[in-house]
T-cell receptor, first 113, second 114 residues
């Protein structure tokens, strides 16, 4: 069965420090990988994706993610966290031929001044 | 930037009543989706829709659910006889179907069944 795991329910970071939000997946083949962010009372906002190519992909708001095929991971990173980055982050996968997104359970990121 | 819009933002309905959730996908998108998020749980896929028919549906999407694209702009989710466990946030999404293109989500409709 296909699944996505985000092992941390919550990540706490001080402003200015680097942040990492972890994601691992169990999907056959070479899935497409996505990160979304959800602010309170809003929908999911696309941050970045990995399709193929360089293992480090860059996205919106200074976020980047590192794809590791051997570890089946796609961790979200940012070199210097901002208080405004505080939100709920979701990792998701999709088969290359299209269709549904399979989401992880979400990680709440809290950045304190 | 084009957005997916959903109405209403909050719907309160008595158990057993029918409810219709409405979505206006991004105008040049061809693929449409409904997801739901029960409070405190992960976002779950319900159904995908392409070329005026359902292309995939989950086990959640039983006979109580239906989707429709009644005109060139709206995409609706109908729940025929709501149950308490249908209370959730329902998200509509759309994509243009291009290789690797992300799905774009609306802000959701919070459905509360009393």
């Amino acid at each position: 069965a296909q699944s996505v795991a985000q092992p941390e329910d919550q990540v706490n970071v001080a402003e200015g420090n680097p942040l990492t939000v972890k994601c691992t997946y169990s999907v056959s083949g070479n899935p497409y990988l996505f990160w979304y962010v959800q602010y309170p009372n809003r929908g999911l906002q696309f941050l970045l994706k990995y399709i193929t190519g360089d293992n480090l992909v860059k996205g919106s708001y200074g976020f980047e993610a590192e794809f590791n095929k051997s570890q089946t991971s796609f961790h979200l990173k940012k070199p210097s966290a901002l208080v405004s980055d505080s939100a709920l982050y979701f990792c998701a996968v999709r088969r290359p031929q299209g269709g549904k997104l399979i989401f992880g359970q979400g990680t709440e990121l809290s950045v304190k001044p | 930037e084009p957005e997916v819009t959903q109405t209403p933002s909050h719907q309160v309905t008595q158990m057993g009543q029918e409810v219709i959730l409405r979505c206006v996908p991004i105008s040049n998108h061809l693929y449409f989706y409904w997801y739901r998020q029960i409070l405190g749980q992960k976002v779950e896929f319900l159904v995908s829709f392409y070329n005026n028919e359902i292309s995939e549906k989950s086990e959640i999407f039983d006979d109580q659910f239906s989707v429709e694209r009644p005109d060139g702009s709206n995409f609706t989710l109908k729940i025929r006889s709501t149950k308490l466990e249908d209370s959730a946030m329902y998200f509509c999404a759309s994509s243009d179907g291009g290789r690797g293109q992300p799905q774009h989500f609306g802000d959701g409709t919070r459905l509360s069944i009393l």
